[in-house]
């Protein structure tokens, strides 16, 4: 399954990346652009040396079972002849490699695995390998913070949803308009704001009027894990019937205990 489309700028030179079976695949085409406008003789004349064919085919051996090796040695033992002249297609063709891969269309063009690929800048250009190395960690990094405030978003709207369902068959009574259910359900979100951060969306809204978003959009990894397992308890209280005065109370209680409990934890971890 091949997933398009991420883009890194490398020195002034635009670089393709596509997922491929959850691998990256970095366009070798932009890579050449760095050097030459005839990308494909690039690719090419990389391709027919002796040493290129040789890391190609030990990473195929790695990591694709159906690598066809007799096909391979008869490369190695041409490869670096005056004769020998090899493409990415007819390499991909006659050994079913998987580490190279020929794209057609608007964003063709040879893209290979970021292993290979890393292997071809520093044939390019040393200093584009490094340079193309801290881009692409650049691009992984903002990748996992994006996957991991998108896991705790996820998180948050599971609760919320279990949440509002306790809210709906033990505190709504029948018969309710819409707008008086979102009032409740408002004043429920609003019992865990003031036992987490000691006011309601509304008195932090009117407190930092230039920021966007809601209050918790700002809390901190600790303050979403303490919320996570109120919305939790306060689901539990709810379905048992307990007063909201009393559960406010209790929210707050545990708010406190946990966060000191999440507070040493890092502490004794910033320590070690």
Same mark, same amino acid.
């Given at each position: 399954m091949i997933k398009m489309n991420k883009k890194i700028n490398v020195k002034n030179t635009e670089v393709v990346i596509i997922t491929i079976n959850n691998g990256d695949y970095i366009s070798l085409t932009d890579i050449a652009k760095f050097k030459t406008d005839d990308t494909s003789a690039a690719i090419g004349n990389w391709m027919r040396n002796r040493n290129t064919i040789e890391f190609l085919g030990i990473w195929e051996t790695l990591y =694709?079972?159906? $690598?066809?090796? +007799? #096909? $391979?040695? *008869?490369?190695?033992?041409? !490869? *670096? +002849? =005056?004769?020998?002249?090899?493409?990415?297609?007819?390499?991909?063709?006659?050994? #079913?490699?998987? *580490?190279? %891969? %020929?794209?057609? *269309?608007? /964003?063709g063009g040879t893209f290979a695995h970021k292993d290979i690929a890393f292997k071809f800048a520093s044939w390019i250009s040393i200093e584009f390998e490094l340079y193309i190395v801290k881009e692409f960690q650049r691009l992984k990094e903002e990748e996992q913070k994006h996957l991991g405030w998108s896991a705790k978003r996820? +998180? !948050?709207?599971? =609760? /919320?949803? @279990?949440?509002?369902?306790?809210?709906? &068959?033990? +505190? @709504?009574?029948?018969?309710?308009? !819409?707008? &008086?259910?979102? %009032?409740i359900y408002a004043n429920e979100a609003d019992v865990l704001n003031m036992a987490m951060f000691g006011l309601t969306a509304k008195q932090w809204r009117e407190t930092n009027p230039r920021l966007k978003g809601n209050i918790r959009d700002y809390a901190s990894i600790n303050e979403l894990i303490c919320l996570t397992n109120m919305e939790n308890l306060n689901s539990l209280f709810i379905n048992e019937k307990i007063p909201q005065e009393e559960r406010l109370v209790r929210l707050n209680q545990i708010a406190i205990q946990q966060m000191s409990v999440l507070l040493d934890v890092e502490n004794r971890r910033f320590l070690k």
């Open positions: =694709n079972p159906s $690598f066809k090796p +007799l #096909e $391979f040695e *008869g490369f190695r033992k041409e !490869a *670096g +002849l =005056n004769a020998f002249t090899m493409s990415p297609l007819k390499w991909t063709t006659s050994t #079913e490699a998987i *580490g190279l %891969v %020929v794209k057609s *269309g608007r /964003y996820e +998180l !948050a709207r599971i =609760n /919320y949803h @279990i949440h509002t369902a306790a809210i709906k &068959q033990n +505190l @709504i009574p029948k018969e309710l308009s !819409a707008a &008086q259910t979102s %009032v």
